[in-house]
T-cell receptor, first 114, second 113 residues
Framework: DADVTQTPRNRITKTGKRIMLECSQT?????MYWYRQDPGLGLQLIYY???????NKGEISDGYSVSRQAQAKFSLSLESAIPNQTALYFC?????????????FGPGTRLTVL | AQSVTQLDSQVPVFEEAPVELRCNYS??????LFWYVQYPNQGLQLLLK??????LVKGINGFEAEFNKSQTSFHLRKPSVHISDTAEYFC???????????FGQGTRLTINP
């Protein structure tokens, strides 16, 4: 079984709809992240959480919100989706070892906003 | 703040040829450096990382990278590529103590038979 799972894997929605993307992990890591990937731009950090009570904005948090329901679950919401939020979304987890983190990624959710 | 530049957006090579994917970074402090690979329709997988010590780092699938502090580079190399190496490759940097990764734009490696 995969250590980091994302649901759904694909989603098509309409402008103005509320969307939630979910991420679960069995790695026991405290740290979780949400990224979006756009062609030619690499990955951009949306939000990150270092534990259940800690939520931080990343580079591109506008239009997004998150919820850390438990150590193993981190959800990303688009309150009112817009077409330029069409992208590939990745969840990642990490644990700090020796002062640095190695991040482990889920398989991604492809979101299309019409 | 740190930044990463991958100098080539696409690199086509023939099977069994050597390849180098270039990565330069900018930071005012010491950094950790990573290469990730993304196979088609999959998430990112760690290829290798540089934390400290030897500047030549070996990773999975025969890849290696060399950290060059004076040139602020971390180029990825493989002496002989296979069709299965077709993927997108991302360089990433983390400033020591920052606990966040900054990714480059990605390099798409295409292997031709």
């Amino acid at each position: 079984d995969a250590d980091v799972t994302q649901t759904p894997r694909n989603r098509i929605t309409k402008t103005g709809k509320r969307i939630m993307l979910e991420c679960s992990q069995t790695k026991g890591h405290d740290r979780m992240y949400w990224y979006r990937q756009d062609p030619g731009l690499g990955l951009q950090l949306i939000y990150y959480s270092f534990d259940v009570k800690d939520i931080n904005k990343g580079e591109i948090s506008d239009g997004y919100s998150v919820s850390r329901q438990a150590q193993a679950k981190f959800s990303l919401s688009l309150e009112s989706a817009i077409p330029n939020q069409t992208a590939l979304y990745f969840c990642a987890t990490s644990v700090s070892v020796g002062g640095t983190d190695t991040q482990y990624f889920g398989p991604g959710t492809r979101l299309t906003v019409l | 703040a740190q930044s990463v530049t991958q100098l080539d957006s696409q690199v086509p090579v023939f099977e069994e040829a050597p390849v180098e994917l270039r990565c330069n970074y900018s930071s005012s402090v010491s950094v950790y450096l990573f290469w990730y690979v993304q196979y088609p329709n999959q998430g990112l997988q760690l290829l290798l990382k540089y934390l400290s010590g030897s500047t030549l780092v070996k990773g999975i699938n025969g890849f290696e990278a060399e950290f060059n502090k004076s040139q602020t580079s971390f180029h990825l190399r493989k002496p002989s590529v296979h069709i299965s190496d077709t993927a997108e490759y991302f360089c990433a940097v983390s400033e020591q103590g920052a606990q966040k990764l900054v990714f480059g734009q990605g390099t798409r490696l295409t292997i031709n038979p």
